[in-house]
Each structure stands twice: as structure tokens, then as C-alpha cells.
């Protein structure tokens, strides 16, 4: 006997659904899987860093916010966890997320779920705590940039990018165990590092080994 769809009674992700379902329009399950991660304090960065990815500084303040007007120690604040898989992107959105998540008064927890290049890699290393999948690869590099405009102008953007590039290595140098020589070595060119050599150069601390320790 078919099924009445108008006294069908179900429940989607713990959103009840109303008995007359026949012109419903259920949840988007991305929207509903952010929300779950947005209260298990869970951002993916799986996109190149752009204008959009400044929304991740806005949601680790807010959590720090949060955090703060409710009088909750640090060491008791739920820590924040970023998943990478990202190609890099912009160094200005870089260095605000950098910032962001140096200053976060709670935990932010790094884990590499694939890649984290250039851009991301910088990101990444700002995090409180890092750890990676076992087949994640992690790129260092200077990057490139373009210039337009006169010859003053292009000149003094060259000696900002070379400023910021410089700032860069000084950041990568402090926040791992890579030895200088060796890092200025490899840091004019795309190096690309696995998961092993991203513990011995101490770029993160563990490589996971189970789901249940990042989820």
C-alpha cells in the first residue's frame, strides 16, 4: 500500500519535519553540516585564500568573544580547529589570519588534511597546535607577485613585497625547527614537504592516525 507523503512524520539531521511535507523544501545539507561544524568550532579552509577567507578571522574572534564575555578560563575554552586543503592565495589575507590566530586567546588547532601551500602553509604554522593526515603534503615558498604602474610605484611595491617575504621567513624560522641555511636553501624554490618531514622539521607535532582524534 503506498505511502501517504502528507502523514509521513520523519526527522532530518534532528530538524523536525512538518506532516505536510508535500511541497517542502528540505535543508541544504552543506548549510546544515556548517552549522554542526560552526558548534563543534570545525573551519575547513579548502579554498584558495582570498577576500572570502577573512570570514575565518571573524568567526575566531567572535568564538573568542564568546569565550571572554562568558568568563571562561583559557585552558577551559573549546578549541578551535582548522582543517586545511588549500593551494595558498592572497598574503594580505595571510597576514591578517596569521595574526588572528596568534593572538587567539583560544586554542586553535592546525591539522593538514591533504595540503597546506603556500599561503596556507603560513597560516597553518600559526596555529597553537598542528598535526597532519598521514598523505598530507605541506609547500614552502616565496611566491610571486606582479606589479603595474610607473617606475616609482613599482619599485615601492617591489620593496614591500621584499619586506614581506623577508617577515615570511623570519615567521617560518620561528614557528619550526628547520635550520636556517637549509631553509633559505629551499625557500626560493617550491619545496614540498610530507608528512615526516613536516615532524622532523617541526612543522606539526603528530601525524594522525584515526579520525576520532580531530573529529
Not at 500500500?1 to 511535507?21: E, F, G, H, R
Not at 568567526?59 to 583559557?74: E, F, L, R, S
Not at 604554522?125 to 605541506?138: D, G, I, K, V
Request: glycine share 4%; proline share 4%; hydrophobic share 40%.
Amino acid at each position: 500500500m503506498p505511502m501517504n507523503k502528507k502523514k509521513l512524520a520523519t526527522s532530518y539531521l534532528n530538524i523536525s519535519i512538518p506532516q505536510d511535507v508535500e511541497n517542502m523544501q528540505l535543508p541544504n545539507p552543506e548549510l546544515l553540516t556548517f552549522y554542526r561544524n560552526y558548534e563543534d568550532r570545525i573551519l575547513w579552509i579548502d579554498d584558495e585564500i582570498n577576500d572570502y577567507s577573512i570570514e575565518y578571522a571573524k568567526y575566531i574572534m567572535q568564538w573568542n568573544k564568546d569565550d571572554k564575555d562568558a568568563g571562561i578560563k583559557k585552558e577551559d575554552r573549546k578549541p578551535i580547529k582548522l582543517l586545511f586543503f588549500s593551494p595558498g592565495g592572497d598574503l594580505n589575507v595571510n597576514n591578517m589570519l596569521v595574526d588572528t590566530i596568534a593572538l587567539s586567546e583560544t586554542k586553535v588547532i592546525g591539522i593538514n588534511c591533504g595540503m597546506a601551500a603556500s599561503a596556507a602553509c603560513f597560516i597553518y604554522l600559526s596555529c597553537h597546535e598542528r598535526y597532519t593526515l598521514p598523505n598530507a603534503q605541506f609547500l614552502i615558498h616565496q611566491g610571486a607577485g606582479s606589479f603595474e604602474g610607473t617606475y616609482d610605484i613599482v619599485v615601492s611595491a617591489i620593496m614591500n613585497y621584499q619586506r614581506e617575504i623577508e617577515n615570511l621567513g623570519k615567521f617560518v624560522l620561528s614557528r619550526t625547527t628547520i635550520p636556517e641555511d637549509i631553509f633559505y636553501e629551499n625557500f626560493a624554490t617550491d619545496w614540498y614537504l610530507d608528512a615526516n618531514e613536516a615532524i622532523e622539521y617541526g612543522l606539526c607535532s603528530k601525524i594522525i592516525t584515526s579520525l576520532d582524534e580531530i573529529i
